[in-house]
């Protein structure tokens, strides 16, 4: 291409210098014709002179010779001195002597008239005054004299060119015939002869010649100059191709390089042998977070992590890229910032100018293969799903079921193709009722569920939820519904499971309070409607505490298990009995319409549960204390009428009543107790807590050997307050700590104060709680306080209930030992009332049995009572230990405990508490006694 262009270049040159040349040869041509044309003319003067000479030597050596004497030739006056100058012939004619001189003149005058050539005979001293030579001559004669043989030139004579050639005119013997007399010798040079030639026929000539030449270059010059013009022609005609042929190359290569840069697969081109990366397009450097110029000239490890080859290709890579065919590679790529990309090579190998290449197409699958992963995960996951997945298409015929439908339902696909299967027409029917409902409400819905009794191919039924839902395209059409199968039998029943239980107990299988809300609520506004009333009786056991504490939760359990199976059988199916928890039930009589009804009802339950109750070979003889409250007397709401069947239940507990039915002015007594709730909190920091002290006598003698300390609280307005009102709620409050803590305090004091005081103080036992016996470190505490105050532990009795020891038996135990060890005595308060487990007191290390004033209460009047009492001081002292009887307050009693040997008594009889001033003087007026 670029010689075509120079040719290009060239081409005008080559015309010009065509040209410079033709000219040139046609100066030579006119230069050459015209020095011809002077040889020629010269020749011809050569000629012309060569004749003169000839002629002039042949008259020389004649002597001259004798022409007749005429006008033409007269005798020569320069010959006079010769003697026969004139002569006559025999005839008489005169004839006179023509030397050469005169002769050659005469020819040349001939020559000058008829051929127009010239001749002239000069000499430096010219006899005639024609013969004198011109100034032309005169130089020739000059440079002949100098040696110069002849001269040569082109002068203008008579307005006419002539060629003038002259030369020497030596003088020769014969010579001096004529010119001795003017003192030539021989060989001296005389003079010389010009000859002229006309030169116009010679410029003719030339003119011709040079019209020829002219014609024959400007042949040439023109048949040169179509040369050239066809030269250019081809020449251009290949520049063009040329030029063509790049410009298709250009716009091949401009189009590839554009395909190669916006390609969006990376392509690589490398060095087989040195793994030199020749160049890539963007797509690739983009690929590897790099740019082209990063990745050209680098070896291909820059872009494989684990190369091993010296060309940076791992050995696998290798081996597989040998395939000349090439091959679709799995490899990875590092990116720039550390990355793995995963891609797909389709190598080839190629050759280009002898280098073993190989090109890669490099296609990014990380993200196709994080997709098929994700599609591989989804699918297995949708097959392995432990529910029914079915897919159908626009007809409800089902496309794909999963591997848990099929097991399920124990049918296959093709099963389900079949338009007699149910499942097949189930789903018919829902997808067309589905589409129908979209169709006519333009909107297809985007899911919608149902539970119903599925079938299985072997005909048993389960439930299930079924769920559909329209399954979109990629252009957001509608193409296949999804179906979700779920057995929902487990879930059904957990339901009704459920439902039961939230609404009934759990032991009992009795309504909750929840059922007993919503059966009490909706028994009111029946009753509201019709005018009539609803009856709620509650009722809590007896001691269940004490039975439960003593025997055990399992028989407490099981007696409350019979007490329900009795409670049922003594009402309706239209009344409802419902366990509150605990021992409380609640009876609701929605259709009794009297008073009386219902107490005959109350009276029936009553007597049910008060039949002796047999579990484990025992008998357990039951009581129930019942409240009674009505709708509408007595509330319009279940929380209502239960609340004051509570309080009712109460004033039956308390009164020893077993039936009680609401009455407003029990509202009052539990505002009451709430007031005490809340005064109770200030009654220790504003000192109104205080100790007495009821005397234990020697049952023998009746001398004071012991005290009890009994809490009181003098209430700023309600007076003293009985322990029995405020200590149950200082249990449930927390603040039974702090005043069990106070009480040990008081009473420690009181004795260091009765010893300091040089009383001899007796043993004094104060009263635990079972919250109080909850506190590990309590046996610590009394030990503590005891040492605080600088009292003997023997001086010190704790009071315990069967009930408190029972809830957690051994860790009563070890509290017990530990305050034995320390020296503290220990009473078991109210015994007799629980279920103590004989094995059990024989373990504890008791000091003090305290028979409970219910038994003392009926001594000489009942005689279970007696027995009761009776083994009770044997037990006692089987076991060595000490029988307190409480609560005396007859003789008769006092009598009876004589008789069978208990050993102190405590109660009215004797002594009722006492404040700490009227025990003291007590105390000290024994003593002094
Ligand atoms: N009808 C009658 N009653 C008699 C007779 N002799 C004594 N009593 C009463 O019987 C209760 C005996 O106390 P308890 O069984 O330990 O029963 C005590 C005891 O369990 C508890 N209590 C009293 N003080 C404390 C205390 O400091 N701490 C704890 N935790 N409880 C205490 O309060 C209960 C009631 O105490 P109090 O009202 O003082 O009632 C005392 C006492 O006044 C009698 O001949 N006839």
Known sequence: MESAKALRILWPLGLILWTGLILLLGYQQQQHHRQAVLDMARAEAIGSYNKDLVYRRWVARQGGVYVSTSAYTPANPYLAHLPERDITTSTGKPLTLVNPAYMTRQVHELATEQYGNRGHITSRKPLRPENA????????????????PETLSVAEIDGAPYLRLMRPMITEVPCLKCHACQGYQAGEQRGGISVSIPLRPYQAIQAQLTRLGTIHLAILWLLGLLFFLYFKR??????????????????????????FNEMEIGFGLADTASGEILDCNPCLARLVERSPAELIGQKQ????????TPEGLTEDFVARRQAPQGNILNAQLLTKSGQIREVEIQTRRLELDGRQLFLGMFKDVTDLHAHARQSFLLLQAIEQSPIAILITDLQGVPQYINRYFSVQKGYRLADLQRSDNPVHQFLRRHIADFRQNGAATGIVPADWTEERLAQRKNGSTYWERSSFSPVYDQQGQLSHFLMLGEDISDEKNSALQFEYLATHDSLTGLANRLLLHDRTDQAILKAKRQRQQVFLLLLDLDRFKIVNDSLGHDIGDQLLLQVAERLRGAVRESDTVARLGGDEFVVLFPEVNSDATIVDLAESIRRAIANPIRIQQREILVTASIGLSQYPAHGDSCAELIRHADLAMYRAKESGNCLCSFDPAMDQRMAETLEIESDLRYALTRDQLLLHYQPKVACATGQLIGMEALLRWRHPEKGLISPALFIPVAEQTGLIGEIGSWVLDTVCRQIADWQRNGLQPVTVAINLSARQFERADLACQIHDQLQDCGVAAGLLEVELTEGLIMKKPLAAVQIMEQLKQYGVRIALDDFGTGYSSLNYLRRFPLDVLKIDRSFVDDLGEDRSAEAVATSIVSIAHSLGLQAVAEGVETEIQLRFLRQIGCDQVQGYYFHKPLPVEAITELLARSQQG
């Open 133 to 148: 030579p011109d100034a032309w001559e005169r130089a020739s004669l000059e440079a002949f004299a100098q040696g110069v």
């Open 301 to 308: 490890s820059i872009l494989h992590p684990e190369a091993t």
């Open 234 to 259: 081809v020449v251009d005609a290949r520049i063009r191709e040329v030029e063509q042929a790049r410009s298709a190359v250009e716009q091949s290569e401009r189009k590839y390089r554009l395909l």
